[in-house]
Each structure stands twice: as C-alpha cells, then as structure tokens.
T-cell receptor, first 113, second 115 residues
Framework: GENVEQHPSTLSVQEGDSAVIKCTYS??????FPWYKQELGKRPQLIID?????GEKKDQRIAVTLNKTAKHFSLHITETQPEDSAVYFC????????????FGTGTRLQVTL | DTGVSQNPRHKITKRGQNVTFRCDPI?????LYWYRQTLGQGPEFLTY????????KSRLLSDRFSAERPKGSFSTLEIQRTEQGDSAMYLC?????????????FGPGTRLLVL
C-alpha cells in the first residue's frame, strides 16, 4: 500500500518568513495530493491540492509543487502570519479508483512574532 | 451549518462497553469515509461508502468495528467491546466523487476515551 513520509515534524519560523514542508510517497499510481491544516481540537481543513497532471499550483501565499519522477511534493507558505500556526498534513491517493487518503505524520508549524 | 457533522463530539466509556458514533455528510455527497487519528499522527483510513455500499475496509478495522450507511445518507460506526487502544479521534469525511475529481471534507470528529 501507499506510504507517505513528511518532514520536518516541527518547524518554527519568524513572521514574514517562508515555510517549506516536504513529503514523499511510495505508490507511483497515486495521482492526487492534498494538504490539510489542522488547528488544535479542530477538523482538518483542505488548504490546497494538486493532481498529477500539473507540476505546481498556487493560491495566494500558498503553493504546492509536485515531482512525479522523484515521488515528492512540497508545500510552500510565503509571508507567514501567526494564524498560519497549526499542524499541516500532506496526503496521497489514487483519485478515481482507490481514493482513500494516506496521510503523512504531520508538521507542527509555529510562526513567532 | 452545511458542513460534515459528527455526534457525539466526545465519548468516555469503560473498557468492554459498546459505543456508536454518527456522521452526517454534506448533502448530496455520495462518498463517506471514516478515519481514525491518534495523538501526534495523521488520520488513518478505516472504511468508506459510495452511497450505501461499503467499498473498502482497512485491516485496522477489526471484527469489533462495524459501519453502516443505510439509504446512502448518514453513517454510523460502532465499536463493540471497546479496548483502551481504541482511544482516538474518529473522523468522518464526505465527498462528491467523480472519476476525475474528488475533494474530501472532514467533520469535527468524535473523541473517544476508553477507561
């Protein structure tokens, strides 16, 4: 089955700096890669996703890149703000068939003033 | 609120008791997923339904676990003879599935503590 590894497990940045979280996956058939943000005690919320037919997607301060050959994808947050502090999870699935999500272990992002 | 809802939000039970959780998906969503999340980990897939059909179950889902989605609307997850290792957050997600596109939206979860 699919295995997703996520690094780093914790990340501390100063407000205004950029943050990068990296994930690798094992199943070459995976073709859908969402990122979820989870604040303490709250539900995971989708912040951005990418499908395997594109290499990069951007939404305001958030971007995701995908390297299918290397089987890794990354989340980039620019101009970080204190409200970006949360746990971020990457995930992978075979959209259209076995669409269950396999999640990474999460990255706790702390944005300091 | 038109999001995914789950009840109860918290459940404390004694080892050996049975518990049942309910998930109400977003209206018109044809797929419903159950995940389990333990502290410091990402959600782990348990099972999912397309309409009323249960299409896949994880090996994590022992015989003590059963899920239903009668009429393809809400779903229930029952755990029989609970064990301390069952303590976790149980998350439900729903989606509109098409062959080319699907986005899963999560509910707030039910936190289970087995004493």
């Amino acid at each position: 089955g699919e295995n997703v590894e996520q690094h780093p497990s914790t990340l501390s940045v100063q407000e205004g700096d950029s943050a990068v979280i990296k994930c690798t996956y094992s199943d070459s058939a995976s073709n859908y890669f969402p990122w979820y943000k989870q604040e303490l005690g709250k539900r995971p919320q989708l912040i951005i996703d990418i499908r395997s037919n594109v290499g990069e997607k951007k939404d305001q301060r958030i971007a995701v890149t995908l390297n299918k050959t290397a089987k890794h994808f990354s989340l980039h947050i620019t101009e970080t703000q204190p409200e970006d502090s949360a746990v971020y999870f990457c995930a992978a699935s075979r959209s259209g068939t076995a669409s269950k999500l396999t999640f990474g272990t999460g990255t706790r992002l702390q944005v300091t003033l | 609120d038109t999001g995914v809802s789950q009840n109860p939000r918290h459940k404390i039970t004694k080892r050996g008791q049975n518990v049942t959780f309910r998930c109400d998906p977003i209206s018109e969503h044809n797929r419903l997923y159950w995940y389990r999340q333990t502290l410091g980990q990402g959600p782990e897939f348990l099972t999912y339904f397309q309409n009323e059909a249960q299409l896949e179950k994880s090996r994590l889902l022992s015989d003590r676990f059963s899920a239903e989605r009668p009429k393809g609307s809400f779903s229930t997850l029952e755990i029989q003879r609970t064990e301390q290792g069952d303590s976790a957050m149980y998350l439900c997600a729903s989606s509109i599935w098409t062959v080319s596109k699907e986005t899963q939206y999560f509910g707030p979860g039910t936190r289970l503590l087995v004493l």
